[in-house]
Structure formats: structure tokens, C-alpha cells
């Protein structure tokens, strides 16, 4: 009896385009949350209509990875990214100990939430730190010093032990080599 050929491996990011402000620094596609709050419900459907648009195609191959990027994923509600990890699975399975990152900022890594984005199938926490200097931090308009950043990664590498990443910028405007 043959054995079957491996699948051929695909990853996938999904955006979540909503920031509660929006950093100096940043060109990605992002929005700042509206003052009555995200539709999550609206906004999840969306990106469950985009995942079969662009997954149904891919169904003979298998996910590796599912990045949660943005704008700041950490905003949404952890039953929404579970929903969508699952619908991702149901139209491309996830390999056995496929990554499923997400990214947050420092003021939003709460423990209680980032126990129910655990829940919901995240492994991997990133956060974006970007620097441990206060003035560059709020130079680039940042609403975290360097201490809270540290504490961030402190409360996620308890949740996620050794599975967390930390976002570091250098070169920004001002940096020197020392």
C-alpha cells in the first residue's frame, strides 16, 4: 500500500485593522477604533468570507502557520479568532503543532485575555515592545514606557513559556549606535 504524498505546506495571515491609536511609525493598513467601538461581529464576518475566498482553492495543502497581524489583533474578542482558526481548519488543515501567533501591544496583554486567546488555539504571543528607550517610545508615539513593555513579555512567557516574541525597531530617527 502507497503511502500518501505530504501535503505541501501554507501559511496565512490575518489582519485585524483596528488600533485603539495609531503609532507615529506605522504604514500598515490600519484604522483607529471608532468611538462606538469594532462591529467584531461584522468585522469577523468579513474576514471569515475573505478565508474562503482565498483558503477553498488551497484545500489540498496544510497550514503551518496562521499569523494574527495588524493593526492590533489582541483587540478582538478571543471567541472571534477561535472562529476564525477554526473555519481556517475546516478549509485547509492545520498541521499537527502548527503556529497560530498573535500580536498585541504592550497595554493590551492582559492576563485574563491572553488566557482566553490561549483557549482559543493561540501558541505563540508577540508583542510589540518596539523599544526599551521612554523617549523614543514616546517619541514615536507609543502609550507604553520600556518597564510596562518588559512586564508585557513577563506576563505572556508565563502563558506562553517559550513561545513568546517581542517587536524591536532600531534606526528610527534620533537612534544612535550606542
Known amino acids: 500500500m502507497a503511502m500518501a504524498a ?3 505546506a501554507l501559511s496565512l495571515y490575518v489582519h485585524w485593522p483596528f488600533c485603539s491609536f495609531l503609532c507615529r511609525f506605522c504604514a ?3 484604522a483607529r477604533e471608532p468611538a462606538g467601538g469594532v ?3 461584522r468585522i469577523t464576518a468579513a474576514l471569515l468570507r475573505e478565508l474562503q475566498w482565498q483558503l477553498a482553492p488551497h484545500g489540498d495543502k496544510q497550514l503551518q502557520s496562521i499569523y494574527f ?3 492590533t489583533p489582541s483587540l478582538a ?3 472571534n479568532i477561535e472562529r476564525i482558526i477554526a473555519a481556517a481548519d475546516a478549509l485547509v488543515p492545520l498541521a499537527r503543532g502548527a503556529e497560530i501567533t498573535l500580536e498585541s501591544n504592550p497595554t493590551s496583554a492582559e492576563v485574563a485575555k491572553m488566557r482566553a486567546f490561549k483557549l482559543a488555539g493561540v501558541t505563540r504571543y508577540s508583542i510589540g515592545v518596539q523599544t526599551l528607550s521612554d523617549r523614543a517610545l ?3 508615539g507609543r502609550l507604553h514606557t520600556g518597564a510596562e513593555g518588559l512586564a508585557a513579555v513577563d506576563r505572556a512567557r508565563a502563558l506562553f513559556p517559550g513561545r513568546v ?3 524591536m525597531m532600531f534606526g528610527f530617527a534620533g537612534q544612535t549606535a550606542e
Open 138 to 140: 514616546r517619541d514615536m
Open 165 to 167: 516574541t517581542l517587536d
Open 39 to 41: 462591529d467584531h461581529e
Open 77 to 79: 474578542e478571543p471567541r
Open 69 to 71: 497581524g495588524g493593526g
Open 28 to 30: 500598515f493598513s490600519k
Open 6 to 8: 505530504p501535503r505541501a
